[in-house]
């Protein structure tokens, strides 16, 4: 990332304060359900039963940190096998699309997530653990679904 990237990304933290928020739920579970932008569609997750039936639910905000941090959670919890990527996307970033694209092409010699329209799709994690995601996490696509009871059924189906 860039100098440029670094600070605008800061001044964002300042003006648009956005928490990273994720919660955990049966830590035996296989499932993990992505919701991208959508803050409403988390909360769903969190006060229902569901949250039960899932590992860990949680946003993606950036094609770059929270790639890394979706990257690293499945190497270290092994347990999960599924990803449901939800919600809709975060305008100009279009994080959902990035994690897609690193599941099906990887990233080139310089960690740029291969085929991804990002600004900004550059990893910090290692080939291997990127591996181990490709090789290891099913991703199911329902971006820009953000009906909730569609998102569980398809939940319960696993």
Do not use: W
Not at 32 to 46: E, H, N, P, Y
Not at 100 to 109: A, E, S
Not at 126 to 155: A, G, R
């Amino acid at each position: 990332m860039n100098a440029i990237s670094e600070t605008i990304g800061e001044l964002c933290k300042i003006i648009l304060p956005i928490p990273e928020e994720s919660y955990r739920g049966n830590l035996n579970s296989s499932i993990a359900v992505c919701t991208l932008s959508s803050i409403d569609l988390l909360k769903k997750f969190v006060n229902s039963e569901i949250l039960n039936c899932i590992s860990i639910v949680g946003r993606l905000l950036s094609e770059n940190k929270g790639i890394d941090l979706i990257i690293k959670h499945v190497n270290e919890n092994q347990k999960i096998t599924t990803i449901i990527v939800c919600g809709k996307e975060v305008s100009g970033h279009k994080a959902g699309h990035s994690l897609f694209q690193l599941h099906k092409n990887g990233v080139d010699k310089n960690n740029r997530i291969i085929n991804s329209t990002s600004p900004d799709p550059f990893l910090r994690v290692s080939k291997f653990q990127i591996q181990y995601f490709q090789n290891n996490i099913t991703l199911v696509n329902l971006i820009n679904e953000t009906d909730f009871e569609i998102i569980s059924d398809k939940i319960r189906i696993f």
